[in-house]
C-alpha cells in the first residue's frame, strides 16, 4: 500500500493506493502550527474507513510520498533562521539590487523589497575569480577565519556563499565550505557553485540564501515527520515532492530544502501529463488547479512538463527569484474566495483581494460581507447549497444574493444574475490572463491543447475558459478534486544534474560536449543505483540551454542521443534549436551562430505504479434531478443533474447540464456535450 | 456583441483592457527573449504600445514611461502622413525625434493593423534603443554634439522597411554600413519585427473575433472611462498653482551655469485639468541635450502621473484633463531640425519630471516627489572597442548599478529607478554576464552610506561602480549630471549626495573626469562612476525613528547622521534612544 499526501492551504488530501491498485481519496483540514498532525489525522480518516488501528494500517504502507507548503510559509512569514551572506569584496549589496526591474512604474506607494539576507548580515569575503576560472585575487583565509568569528559572535544559524564566477573555479567556495564546516560545525551551509551552478550572480546568491535560510526548520520538520511516522507505525519510505516535478527521500530534501518551495503544486501537471496522454489526442495540455485564493496553472508540451528559471516567491521584482529552475507554474489571485467589487469610475473586478478560509464567502455565513466568485456560483445555480462537499456545509443563497445586488448589481446597472454572470466573467478571464501568459512565454497555442482541471472548483468555468482560448476538449480527471495527490502516487524518484560548458556552432568540439554528457551521465548512474536502487525502470533525458550568438536568455533543447556522433548530430540539434524558435517567438535566424550554455541531465526512477488507478466508488448515485441555472445569453435554464456513478461510459450527453460528486461541481454550458471515458474522468467537448 | 457602438458594460470593458494589455505584453516578452544586444536583451530598454486608428495612445503596459506617454500618437500621425495608402503587411522605422520619436537612438518599428478587407484598425509600435545608430562617435547619447550633422545618426522618419511582411533589404543594407556591429543590430531589428507580428496576428484575431466595432466602441468607452477616474483623481488633489526649477550641470556647449529648466503647475480642481507651462525655458542650444517633443510632453506628464492614482489608466483618455504649453524650438519644447536631440531621453528630460515633480510637491502634501537621481554616469556608459579574446568590434550600453529612486510622500524610494523617464524599468546587468560579453572586470559594486536625500520618507542611496577594461583599452562614452546640481528634496526633504567620475591609475591615484565624456580606458586603468541616489519628501526630523533604525543597522546611514539629521539617536547596541531622540527632535 502506498501513501500521497499534500498538505495544501486549507485541505490536507490523502491517496491512499491498495496494492491492488485501487484508489481512495480523503481530506483533513490542515493544521498550521503543527501540518504532521494534519498528515496524521488524513491517515487516521483512512484507517477508521478500513477499520483498522493506525498503527497496522500504517504497517502496511511501503512508502508515504509528501508535499508540503512548510518551507514557503516559513518564507512568507519570516520564520526562517538567520542566515549570513557571503559575498565576493566588493560586491555586497547582489541580494540589494537583485536584477532591477519594477511593475506599475507609476506607482509609488509600494516599498522597494527588503533583501532577502539583510546587508548587516553580509560580509565580503577577499576573493576573485574571472569567467575563464583563473584567480584574479587569492583568498584571503585569515579574512575568512576573521568573518567566522563574527558569524559565531552573531549566533548565526546557517550561511549562504555566493562568489562571483565559483561556476568556473569552485575552489574558493570550496575552501570557505571547509573552514566553515571546521569551525562551525552545526551551523549549516550552502555553496552556490554546488546548488545551483548557473550564470548570474543574483540568481545563485538569492538561490543560496534562501536554500541555506530553509535548512533548519527543514531539517526538524521533515526530522519529525518521519520520526512521528514511525512512531505511529509506518515502516516505509519517507519522501517529500519537489519543485522540479519529481521526489526525493526527505532526508535528502533536507540537504537541499529550497526544492521543497512548489512542492505540492509542482504535482498537478504530472497528473496531468498522465491524464493528457491516457486519455486525449491533442499534442499539449493546459493544468489548471483551482484553490481557494489561487489559481495555478501549467503545462505540458509534448509529453514534457515545461519549466522556468525565474521562479519569483510572492510578485515579480517585488519578492524573491529563487534563481532556481522549477515546473513553470503562474499562479494568479483568482479562486473561490476572490472578492468582488465595483470602483468609481464602474469597472468591475474580481480579486486578488480574498476572503479566504476565514471569513469566507457571504455564503458561508461565516462572517463574510463581501461579495466572492463563490456567491456568484451559487446565485447563478452553479452551486447546491445542500449538497456543498457533500452537504457538510449549508449555503445561504439568500445572503450571497443580498450582497450582489447591493454591491455589484446596482453600481453596473445589471440584473441580478447578469451581475453574477459578470462577476464570473471578470474572474475567468483573470484566469485566461494566467493562461495566456503562461502558453505565450511557453509559445503553445491553446487550440493544440486539452485543459484539464484539478481542485474543487475547476468545473465551474472550464467549458468557458476553454471557449475563450480555443481550446478543443476539456478533461476533469476522476481524481481532480486531489489532483496533486494523485500526481504524488505515479511521480518518479528524480533528479537533475546541470553542467556549464560554453560552446557553440561555429567552434563546436564534439569531443569537449561528449566529456561533458559522459559526466552528467556518471551522476545520473550513480544517482540510479544509489536512491534509485530496485526501481522498476529508469531513464535519463539530456538537454542543452541554447540561444543566437549574443542572446542571453535561452531555450531549452532536448537532445536526441546521449553523445553526439559526426557533424549530422550537430545539424540536427541546430534544426531542433531553430525551430523551438520559430516556434516561441515567430522568428528564426538561421544565418546566426547558435551558443550552447547550460547542460542537463535529468534521471527518473520509477518506484510508483503507473497511474491508470481508480477511485472506490463513493456513492452518490441517488443525487440528480434538475435545478434552475443561468447561463449568459440563455438566462435560466432547467438544467438536469448527474451524478458520475449513474453515467454510461461514452455516452455523449448535450448541455446545459451538471455533473456533481461531493468534491466538486462541472458546470457544462448549453452547446457543449459531456461523456464518461472509460477511465472515470468527465470528457467534455466545450 | 457585434453591432458597432454598442455599449459594454463594465465587466467586458475590464477584460478588452486587459486584453490588449496582454497583447503588449506579448510583444515586449519577444523582444526581451530575442534582442542581441545587451541593451535590450539584458537592461529591457524597450517598450511596445498600441495606438487607435486615429493615432490615440490606447495601452502601453509596463513599458518605460519616457518610452511612451506621448510620441507613439506623434510617430503615428507622421507615418499616416507620409504613406496615405497604407497596406496590410507594412512596416515602418521611425527614429525621427523631429516627427515625434523620443530620440534617434530609440528605433520604432510602426506596424498598421489592417484586416483582410484593408481597412486600417490600430496601429502597433516597438520601440527599442538600441546598441549603436551610426553616430560620428560610438555612443548613442551625444552630448555636445552641435547639431544633427555632428550627432551623425542615421535618421528615418517613418521609413518603410516591410511590405507585405517583407523585409527591404535596401534599408538594411544602409544600417548594416552604417551602424556599429551590424550583426548585433540586425538581430535586434528581428527582435523588434518579431514583436510587430507577434501583436499583430493577435490584434487581427481579436477583431476578428468580437468585430471591429465593438474593439473601436470599446476604446472610445474606455477614453471615456479614464477620463472619468482622471477627473476624479483631479478632484482629490489640492488646487493651486507652483513653479519650481531644476538645473542640469554645464557640459560644452552649455551656459557655463548649467540649464535651468521651469516648471509651472497649475491643478485647477473645478475644471479638473492640471496645467504645465514649459514656455519660460531658453532657446534650444547647440548640444546634443535639446528634448524632442515627445520627449518634452512626456515628461509633463510624467510629472503629473507620478502623483495621480496608480490605477488610473495612462492613456488619451487621462490625457484630455492634461494641458500642456510648450515653447516653439526651446532646449525643451519643439525641437527643430537640424538642433539635435541626442540625449533627449534622459538628461534634461529628467529636470523637466523633477521640476514638475517639486512644483506638484509646493502645492500640497501627498503630492510630487523629490528629485530622482541623474543619468547617465560611467555605470550606464556607452562602451566600445575590439574583445581581445575573439578579435571582434563590440559596442554596448552597460547598466552596471543604478539606484536614483527618490523620497514619495507615503513612501521611500524605489531604489532602482535608474532615472526619472525609466521608472526603474529597466534592469540591471549581471556582474557575470557583461564580464562574459565585453572585456571588462567590475571590480566594485555597492551603495554608498549616507549619501540618501533625507525625509520623511528618504531618498536612495548613491551607488559607486568600478570597471576596468581586461587585456585591451575600451573607449566609453556617458553624459553624467548631479556633480553641482545634486538631486534635491520635496517639502524640506534633502538632497541626494553629489555624483562624480574618476579615471584609477594602475597606482590607484584618481584622476577626475569630465562629467561629458567620450574616453579611452587603457588596460589596467578603471573608471569610477558615482551616481546619485535621490532626493527625499518631508521633514527628515518627522521619519519614522523605526525606520532610521533600520537604515542604521542596515549600514545605509551613519549613527552620526541620524542624530544629525534625523534628530533620532541610536545607541551602540542599536537600540533608539527615546529621550534624546525626543529632546533632538524637539529642538
Known amino acids: 500500500m502506498r501513501f500521497a499526501c499534500d498538505t495544501g492551504g486549507t485541505f490536507t488530501d490523502l491517496i491512499v493506493e491498495g496494492d491492488d491498485g485501487a484508489l481512495a481519496l480523503y481530506k483533513a483540514p490542515t493544521t498550521p502550527d503543527d501540518p504532521v498532525l494534519g498528515v496524521l489525522d488524513a491517515l487516521a480518516l483512512a484507517a477508521r474507513d478500513r477499520d483498522m488501528e493506525l498503527s497496522k494500517f500504517l504497517s502496511q504502507g511501503e512508502m508515504l510520498i509528501h508535499g508540503t507548503t512548510h518551507a514557503i510559509n516559513a518564507i512568507i512569514t519570516g520564520n526562517t533562521a538567520k542566515t549570513a551572506f557571503l559575498t565576493t569584496q566588493g560586491h555586497p549589496d547582489i541580494l540589494v539590487l537583485r536584477e532591477g526591474g519594477r511593475i506599475e512604474p507609476f506607482n509609488f506607494r509600494i516599498p522597494y523589497p527588503e533583501p532577502y539576507i539583510p546587508r548587516a548580515l553580509t560580509f565580503e569575503v577577499p576573493e576573485r575569480m574571472d569567467g575563464e576560472g583563473n584567480v584574479v585575487l587569492a583568498l584571503d583565509e585569515a579574512a575568512v577565519m576573521d568573518i567566522i568569528g563574527a558569524l559565531n559572535a552573531q549566533k548565526i544559524e546557517a550561511v549562504a556563499v555566493c562568489f562571483l564566477w565559483s561556476i568556473a573555479n569552485p575552489a574558493h567556495e570550496t575552501r570557505v565550505g571547509e573552514l566553515l564546516a571546521q569551525h562551525m560545525p552545526e551551523v549549516p551551509v550552502s555553496l552556490s557553485h554546488i546548488l545551483n551552478p548557473a550564470l548570474r550572480e543574483y540568481r545563485r546568491a538569492s538561490a543560496v540564501a534562501i536554500d541555506a535560510s530553509l535548512k533548519p526548520l527543514m531539517e526538524r520538520y521533515l526530522g519529525s515527520l518521519t520520526e512521528r511516522l514511525t512512531a505511529a507505525g509506518f515502516q516505509g519510505r519517507t519522501l517529500v515532492l519537489t519543485s522540479q516535478g519529481g521526489m526525493i527521500d526527505a532526508m535528502e530534501l533536507a540537504s537541499e530544502p529550497i526544492h521543497a518551495i512548489n512542492s505540492g503544486p509542482s504535482m498537478a501537471p504530472i497528473a496531468g501529463r498522465y491524464y493528457a496522454s491516457s486519455e486525449c489526442t491533442e499534442p499539449n495540455a493546459i493544468v489548471a488547479d483551482t484553490g481557494g485564493t489561487t489559481y495555478d496553472v501549467s503545462l505540458v508540451r509534448r509529453g514534457r512538463i515545461p519549466k522556468t528559471r525565474e521562479t519569483w516567491i510572492g510578485q515579480p521584482f517585488r519578492g524573491h527569484m529563487t534563481g532556481f529552475p522549477s515546473i513553470d507554474i503562474k499562479s494568479v489571485g483568482a479562486g473561490g474566495g476572490s472578492i468582488a467589487r465595483v470602483d468609481d469610475g464602474g469597472i468591475l473586478f474580481v480579486g486578488p483581494e480574498s476572503a479566504g478560509a476565514a471569513p469566507g464567502p457571504v455564503c458561508y455565513g461565516a462572517g463574510g460581507t463581501l461579495p466572492t466568485l463563490t456567491d456568484a456560483c451559487l446565485v447563478l445555480g452553479y452551486l447546491d447549497p445542500d449538497y456543498f462537499l457533500g452537504g457538510t456545509l449549508a449555503l445561504d443563497t439568500g445572503a450571497a444574493e443580498a450582497v450582489i445586488q447591493e454591491q455589484i448589481a446596482a453600481p453596473l446597472g445589471l440584473e441580478l444574475a447578469a451581475a453574477a454572470a459578470a462577476i464570473v466573467e471578470v474572474a475567468t478571464e483573470n484566469m485566461v490572463q494566467a493562461i495566456t501568459e503562461i502558453t505565450v512565454n511557453q509559445g503553445i497555442d491553446p487550440a493544440d491543447a486539452v485543459l484539464i482541471g484539478g481542485g474543487g472548483a475547476a468545473g465551474l468555468n472550464s467549458v468557458f475558459i476553454a471557449r475563450r482560448l480555443g481550446c478543443p476538449r476539456v478533461l476533469i480527471p476522476e481524481t481532480g478534486a486531489g489532483l496533486s495527490a494523485y500526481g504524488a502516487t505515479i511521480s518518479d524518484l528524480t533528479t537533475e544534474f546541470r553542467s556549464i560548458y560554453f560552446t557553440t556552432s561555429e567552434d563546436w568540439d564534439e569531443a569537449a560536449a561528449n566529456a561533458v554528457l559522459a559526466a552528467l551521465e556518471a551522476k545520473c548512474q550513480a544517482f540510479i543505483n544509489g536512491p534509485g536502487a530496485g526501481a522498476a525502470e529508469h531513464r535519463i533525458e539530456f538537454g542543452v540551454e541554447a540561444r543566437y550568438a549574443s542572446q542571453v536568455w535561452e531555450i531549452e533543447v532536448p537532445l536526441a542521443a546521449s553523445r553526439f556522433q559526426g557533424a549530422a548530430d550537430l545539424q540536427k540539434l541546430i534544426a531542433d534549436f531553430n525551430a523551438a524558435h520559430e516556434e516561441i517567438f515567430a522568428i528564426n535566424d538561421p544565418s546566426s551562430i547558435v551558443e550552447f550554455v547550460g547542460w542537463t541531465a535529468s534521471v527518473a526512477c520509477k518506484l510508483t505504479g503507473s497511474g491508470g488507478g481508480r477511485l472506490a466508488a463513493d456513492g452518490g448515485a441517488e443525487h440528480s434531478g434538475s435545478r434552475q441555472i443561468y447561463f449568459e445569453g440563455a438566462g435560466i435554464v432547467d438544467t438536469s443533474i448527474h451524478a458520475p456513478a449513474q453515467l454510461t461510459p461514452g455516452e455523449e450527453i448535450s448541455g446545459p447540464a451538471i455533473i456533481e460528486t461531493p468534491f466538486t461541481t462541472i458546470v457544462i454550458d448549453p452547446g457543449a456535450s459531456f461523456h464518461l471515458a472509460n477511465a472515470g474522468s468527465i470528457n467534455i467537448t466545450p | ?417 535608474l532615472h526619472a523617464g525609466n521608472g526603474g524599468m529597466c534592469y540591471i546587468d549581471s556582474v557575470e554576464l557583461d564580464e562574459i560579453y565585453t572585456p571588462i572586470r567590475v571590480t566594485k559594486r555597492h551603495l554608498i552610506p549616507d549619501s540618501e536625500g533625507a525625509g520623511r520618507f528618504r531618498g536612495a542611496p548613491g551607488i559607486e561602480v568600478e570597471l576596468g577594461p581586461v587585456d585591451c583599452r575600451m573607449e566609453a562614452g556617458f553624459v553624467a549630471d548631479g556633480n553641482i546640481h545634486n538631486p534635491l528634496g520635496a517639502r524640506a526633504g534633502g538632497a541626494a549626495a553629489h555624483s562624480d567620475q574618476f579615471r584609477r591609475l594602475p597606482g590607484g591615484t584618481l584622476e577626475r573626469l569630465e562629467q561629458c565624456s567620450q574616453i579611452w580606458i587603457e588596460d589596467g586603468e578603471t573608471l569610477v562612476s558615482i551616481a546619485c541616489g535621490g532626493g527625499g519628501y518631508g521633514d527628515p526630523k518627522s521619519r519614522d525613528a523605526d525606520r532610521v533604525l533600520r537604515d542604521v543597522a542596515e549600514g545605509l546611514v551613519s549613527r552620526e547622521r541620524a542624530a544629525e539629521i534625523y534628530g533620532v539617536i541610536i545607541t551602540e547596541a542599536m537600540q533608539i534612544d527615546g529621550p534624546a531622540t525626543r529632546a533632538a527632535r524637539a529642538e
Open chain 2, 1 to 417: 456583441m457585434s453591432e458597432k457602438n454598442s455599449k459594454l458594460d463594465g465587466a467586458k470593458l475590464a477584460i478588452l483592457s486587459n486584453r490588449l494589455g496582454g497583447i503588449c505584453r506579448k510583444m515586449g516578452n519577444t523582444l526581451l527573449r530575442t534582442g542581441r544586444s545587451g541593451v535590450l536583451n539584458r537592461a529591457k530598454d524597450f517598450s511596445c504600445c498600441i495606438v487607435t486608428k486615429d493615432c490615440e495612445l490606447l495601452t502601453a503596459e509596463e513599458s518605460l514611461p519616457i518610452h511612451v506617454l506621448s510620441g507613439p500618437d506623434l510617430m503615428a500621425r507622421s507615418m499616416h502622413e507620409f504613406h496615405p495608402n497604407l497596406k496590410k503587411g507594412d512596416v515602418f522605422l521611425h527614429n525621427s525625434p523631429y516627427h515625434g520619436d523620443s530620440h534617434p537612438a530609440d528605433h520604432t518599428l510602426l506596424m498598421p493593423v489592417i484586416d483582410d478587407a484593408g481597412v486600417h484598425h490600430f496601429t502597433l509600435l516597438a520601440k527599442a534603443h538600441q546598441a549603436d545608430i551610426g553616430n560620428s562617435i560610438p555612443t548613442t547619447y551625444h552630448g555636445t554634439a552641435r547639431d544633427v550633422y555632428e550627432e551623425g545618426a542615421l535618421i528615418f522618419p517613418a521609413v518603410k522597411v516591410a511590405d507585405n511582411y517583407q523585409v527591404i533589404d535596401d534599408i538594411i543594407r544602409m544600417c548594416r554600413m552604417r551602424i556599429r556591429v551590424p550583426d548585433q543590430w540586425y538581430g535586434d531589428f528581428l527582435a523588434m519585427l518579431g514583436a510587430a507580428y507577434i501583436g499583430e496576428r493577435e490584434l487581427l484575431a481579436l477583431g476578428a473575433e468580437i468585430g471591429w466595432g465593438t474593439l473601436h466602441g470599446f476604446t472610445d468607452q474606455w477614453f471615456d472611462y479614464s477620463e472619468k477616474r482622471m477627473i476624479q483623481a483631479i478632484q482629490s488633489m489640492p488646487a493651486g498653482s507652483a513653479t519650481a526649477q531644476s538645473t542640469h550641470d554645464a557640459i560644452p556647449g552649455t551656459p557655463a551655469e548649467g540649464i535651468t529648466i521651469t516648471s509651472k503647475v497649475t491643478i485647477d480642481t473645478n475644471a479638473a485639468m492640471i496645467e504645465v507651462d514649459l514656455t519660460d525655458n531658453s532657446e534650444a542650444l547647440a548640444c546634443g541635450l535639446n528634448v524632442s517633443e515627445a520627449c518634452t510632453r512626456t515628461s509633463a506628464m510624467i510629472g503629473i502621473f507620478n502623483s495621480v492614482d496608480n490605477s488610473v489608466p495612462k492613456n488619451a483618455g487621462a490625457f484630455r484633463r492634461v494641458k500642456l504649453h510648450l515653447k516653439d524650438n526651446g532646449v525643451v519644447g519643439i525641437p527643430r531640425h537640424p538642433i539635435s536631440c541626442s540625449a533627449s531621453t534622459t538628461n534634461l528630460a529628467d529636470r523637466i519630471q523633477n521640476s514638475t515633480m517639486r512644483a506638484m510637491a509646493e502645492i500640497g502634501d501627498g503630492l510630487g516627489m523629490g528629485e530622482i537621481g541623474c543619468f547617465c554616469p560611467p555605470s550606464t556608459s556607452v562602451v566600445s572597442g575590439t574583445d581581445p579574446r575573439n578579435g571582434k568590434p563590440y559596442v554596448n550600453q552597460l547598466f552596471l548599478g543604478h539606484t536614483a529612486g527618490a523620497g514619495a510622500p507615503f513612501e521611500d524610494a524605489w531604489m532602482t529607478m
